[in-house]
């Protein structure tokens, strides 16, 4: 036993020191590549590096970009996928194998193979570059969470939607007051994990904003970690506070929700 | 409950099918018609043309496809993602399932090392990529460390460690996902078999051997196959780790060909034809690794 915990206290080293350096490194007002440089000296610690990132590459204006980037992502995979993912489970239509095996079946189609027709389609046919509605159109429907969605609304008793049925409530209604109330624990785990997605992902929104004033901030970071940062003072510094500012949000919900993380949770997602 | 003739033919609540439109529009626009047109254009002499401009893309056959396969700069790059899958599939196999293992016993701070493991999986490459790059300078904290041992040319633009550090990185990176898929698989070993193997007299190293490899059989294919897909579609971390692919596309990912051939240069349907090879290529390994992994499944 105490073996198991020494190598899981090393693992956990190795895993978090990253992430303290990053934050070490962005307060740092010299950049101390030395052994002694990952031990703060209170003398060098400033904020300057904050300051820095945001005058190159406008914060806020970025986190708000990556805010209504996921924020759409999110609204359109609860609205659509909870739609769906009831209707698969809860609904017997005509159609609702096909669509059931064709969801399956998408979730192996790789969307790297995607990449270069979206982009024709997106870009070029349809002009929505430099636009929200191109960032987010690409993911607006996660087809895991409809699976997850599907997978919830299954377990709920089948006598709860029949007394509603019987009492001449629409279905639209049925779904609203009584199937959504009663996985709503649920439907928060869906979002917490559609909201990693879009928050880290880089290069379809790459690919489509040339637009600084539109990028999501990963965008942003890395196209001032590729050009710009050559020419900065402290590079690093600047480069390691935008970095913290990017990983803030998604690891605070991470660490505050992690019990919502379960691996039952997630291996149910990814069997499909 | 009666079945008239209009339930027969649209099921008992046809109020479905409007419930799951949105998502199979969606699905046909987002899937399965640019699945479909990325195959046209690999077959045809496809280019950027100003909107409404009607031109003449005429079909090519497999052109596309034999520029693709003679171009040492893509070839190359095929051969980096097998390098990359040769170190990071095992790695992440055998980390994951020893972690898993060891978080899976009754210890002290289990919440503390799951999210510890976890953290970077969460968190967006792009900003990790920075703190790895600070590390792995050639006058960065691990050379710092190594001193005299530190490999020269430094690890990102050397063109032998190149891809064994972006190898290495996404290892790291992804690994608290794949941590929870065996702790999921690890609640499914059954309890009588570890106490039978403790009767035979079998340690804990046997036990783990005899009963806890082969009971996560299923979740290992499963690893396996998953890691392998995120290994292909591999383009962050050569692009920001190491300058676009570099030193001199020893880095190079298929993916960051296929955005460098596709876009930047012009030319989809090289692009195309590469993404459908990379496809092809990933159902091939998908399958050799099944019979591998997965044969003593089912």
């Keep these: ?165 019987i009492d001449g409530a629409s279905e639209l209604s049925i779904l609203w007051r009584v199937a959504v109330p009663l996985v709503r624990p649920a439907l928060l785990t869906g979002v917490l994990l559609t909201f990693i997605g879009p928050w880290n992902e880089f290069l379809w929104p790459f690919l489509i904003t040339k637009q600084q004033d539109l990028q999501p901030l990963a965008v942003s970071l890395s196209n001032y970690l590729t050009t710009v940062s050559a020419r900065a003072a402290n590079p690093f510094g600047a480069v390691l506070a935008g970095a913290c500012v990017l990983a803030a949000p998604a690891v605070t919900l991470f660490i505050i929700f992690q019990r919502r993380f379960i691996s039952t949770n997630i291996s149910s997602g990814v069997k499909g | 409950m009666r079945r008239g003739p209009l339930t027969r033919v649209l099921g008992e609540h046809p109020v479905g099918t409007a419930f799951v439109t949105p998502y199979v529009v969606f699905l046909a626009a987002v899937f399965a018609y640019p699945l479909g047109f990325a195959v046209y254009m690999s077959f045809h002499d496809y280019f950027f043309a100003a909107p409404g401009a009607i031109v003449d893309r005429p079909f090519v056959g497999f052109d596309n496809y034999v520029t693709v396969l003679t171009d040492p700069a893509i070839r190359r790059a095929f051969g980096n993602v097998l390098i990359f899958l040769v170190i990071n599939v095992p790695l992440t196999v055998v980390l994951s399932l020893g972690l898993a293992n060891a978080l899976n016993a009754a210890i002290r701070w289990r919440t503390f090392f799951r999210v510890s493991y976890y953290v970077p999986y969460v968190t967006a490459s792009v900003a990790v990529v920075g ?110 780790l190491t300058g676009g692919g570099g030193p001199d596309g020893a880095s190079a990912s298929p993916v960051l060909i296929m955005y460098q051939r596709g876009i930047e240069q012009g030319h989809p349907d090289v692009g195309s034809a590469i993404g459908v090879l990379l496809v092809i290529g990933v159902l091939l390994l998908a399958l050799i690794e099944r019979k591998f992994v997965g044969r003593e499944e089912d």
């Design chain 1, 1 to 165: 036993m105490k073996l198991k915990f020494a190598g899981l206290l090393v693992g956990a080293f190795v895993f978090l020191f990253p992430f303290y350096y990053m934050l070490i490194g962005s307060l740092q007002a010299e950049p101390d590549p030395s052994v002694g440089g990952a031990f703060p000296a209170p003398g060098n610690l400033t904020l300057h590096n904050y300051g820095e990132i945001n005058k190159a590459i406008h914060l806020g204006r970025s986190l708000i970009n990556s805010g209504i980037f996921t924020g759409g992502v999110i609204l359109g995979t609860l609205v659509f996928g909870v739609l769906a993912g009831y209707a698969l489970a809860r609904l017997q239509f005509r159609g609702r194998g096909l669509v059931f095996n064709l969801m399956l079946l998408i979730q192996v189609v790789p969307f790297q193979l995607l990449t270069i027709p979206l982009y024709v389609l997106i870009v070029r046919s349809y002009g929505l570059a430099d636009s929200y509605l191109g960032m987010i159109l690409p993911f607006m429907i996660n087809s895991t969470a409809v699976f997850v969605f599907r997978q919830y609304f299954l377990q709920l008793p089948a006598e709860l939607f029949d007394a509603a049925r």
């Design chain 2, 131 to 240: 703190v790895w790059l600070f590390l792995f300078n050639s006058n960065g904290l691990v050379n710092s460390v190594l001193g005299p041992l530190a490999p020269d040319p430094s690890w990102l633009v050397n063109s032998r460690l190149a891809m064994p550090t972006v190898a290495i990185y996404v290892t790291w990176k992804q690994l608290g996902f794949f941590i929870l898929l065996y702790l999921a698989a690890l609640q499914n070993v059954s309890k009588d078999l570890y106490e039978a193997a403790s009767m035979d007299g079998a340690g804990r190293w046997k036990s783990f051997l005899n009963v806890t490899v082969p009971g996560v059989r299923p979740a290992t294919t499963l690893v396996v196959l998953v890691a392998t897909v995120t290994g292909a579609n591999l383009f962050t971390e050569p692009y920001l």
